[in-house]
C-alpha cells in the first residue's frame, strides 16, 4: 500500500510556502516537509484538515495505490 500527495502541488498553486501550511493547520514545518516527500502518512484529521483548508476533494490531496505482491 502507498499513499501518495499533491500537497506541493496545491500549495504551489495558492503561492504558500511550507511554514504557511503549517502555520495554518497547527503542525510544524517538518510535518508539511515529510508529508511532501511522502515519508509520512498523516492522521485521518489532518488529511482532511488538508483538503479543506486547499478547499479540494480528500481525493484530489492524497491517492491510494494497492500494490501487488
Same mark, same amino acid.
Given at each position: 500500500?502507498?499513499?501518495? %500527495?499533491?500537497?506541493?502541488?496545491?500549495? =504551489?498553486?495558492?503561492?504558500?510556502?511550507?511554514?504557511?501550511? *503549517?502555520?495554518?493547520?497547527?503542525?510544524?514545518?517538518?510535518?508539511?516537509?515529510?508529508?511532501?516527500? %511522502?515519508?509520512? %502518512?498523516?492522521?485521518?484529521?489532518? *488529511? @482532511?484538515?488538508? =483538503?479543506?483548508? @486547499? %478547499?479540494?476533494?480528500?481525493?484530489?490531496? @492524497?491517492?491510494?495505490?494497492?500494490?501487488?505482491?
Amino acid at each position: 500500500m502507498r499513499i501518495h %500527495n499533491r500537497i506541493i502541488v496545491l500549495r =504551489a498553486e495558492k503561492g504558500l510556502s511550507q511554514k504557511e501550511v *503549517a502555520d495554518q493547520l497547527g503542525v510544524s514545518r517538518q510535518t508539511i516537509i515529510s508529508l511532501e516527500k %511522502n515519508k509520512y %502518512n498523516p492522521s485521518l484529521r489532518l *488529511a @482532511f484538515e488538508l =483538503a479543506l483548508f @486547499f %478547499n479540494v476533494d480528500l481525493h484530489e490531496v @492524497f491517492q491510494y495505490e494497492h500494490e501487488e505482491e
